[in-house]
């Protein structure tokens, strides 16, 4: 490989290689290095994938855009390609208080929830009644709830502090025109480190919507509990669920 060149090996990555098109730097130095690949065969028979990442900042509206496209090259001759796109929100460190007022109220409510769910853990113990209380699904969907609740706060502060870090990185990297005695290495290492850290945050993101979703699932539940509460919605549920059976016996015996 040639050292003036941005090709390296990526490490902790067993037989990926790495190309840095970067436009800090002169636009005729990304065209040298296509027709260098181009020339070298960079992509020959034993390629498995190709894969193109590109991370791009909007500084207006605060938005980090990964573009990551990726050709697969399948053994029968056939090529896949997969396109994605994903956005998530840019922090910055100098957030204030009214930033995380929403999770702050989030985090309140859940506090009340357990301030009461406690209560009721008391009143039980002092009547012995302890086996009656979690005997009933309706306290475990309460204490279910309340422990996603405070995991997913905490996974949502450590997406934050993550992303925190990522603008603090973006911040710190060399701009355009390029010092003369610059580390190159170093540089390509940063941009590389922070490309890695984007996608490794928007992916933390999908698994954070995910176990929303599910967290959502479990509040569902909780309102069925306070519709017990009013007697016009508790004999609804009680119909449905007697409709839902009786339709069950019917597929059967058909």
Request: aromatic share 14%.
């Amino acid at each position: 490989l040639h050292d003036a060149l941005p090709i390296w090996d990526a490490e902790a990555k067993d037989g990926v290689y790495e190309a840095l098109f970067d436009t800090e730097r002169s636009g005729t130095d990304a065209f040298e290095l296509a027709k260098y690949l181009r020339r070298n065969k960079w992509l020959d028979r034993s390629t498995k994938s190709f894969q193109m990442e590109a991370l791009l900042l909007n500084a207006e509206a605060n938005l980090y855009g990964l573009l990551n496209v990726q050709w697969t090259f399948n053994a029968d001759g056939g090529v896949q390609q997969s396109i994605r796109v994903g956005c998530f929100q840019a922090l910055v460190g100098e957030m204030s208080f009214m930033d995380f007022l929403p999770e702050l109220a989030w985090l309140a409510l859940i506090g009340y929830i357990l301030y009461q769910e406690l209560g009721d853990l008391v009143c039980s113990a002092r009547h012995c009644r302890c086996g009656e209380y979690f005997s009933s699904w309706w306290n475990i969907v309460d204490w279910v709830s309340i422990g996603l609740g405070f995991v997913l706060a905490w996974f949502y502060f450590i997406i934050s502090r993550f992303t925190i870090s990522l603008t603090e990185d973006v911040v710190a990297l060399p701009r355009a025109p390029l010092a003369a005695n610059l580390d190159i290495a170093a540089y390509r290492q940063q941009w590389s480190d922070v490309i890695d850290s984007a996608a490794y945050i928007y992916w933390l993101r999908e698994w954070l919507g995910l176990c929303l979703f599910w967290y959502t699932s479990v509040i569902t539940l909780r309102f069925m509990k306070g519709f017990q509460g009013q007697s016009k919605l508790a004999m609804m549920q009680i119909t449905l669920r007697s409709e839902e059976h009786t339709s069950e016996l019917q597929s059967l015996a058909g």
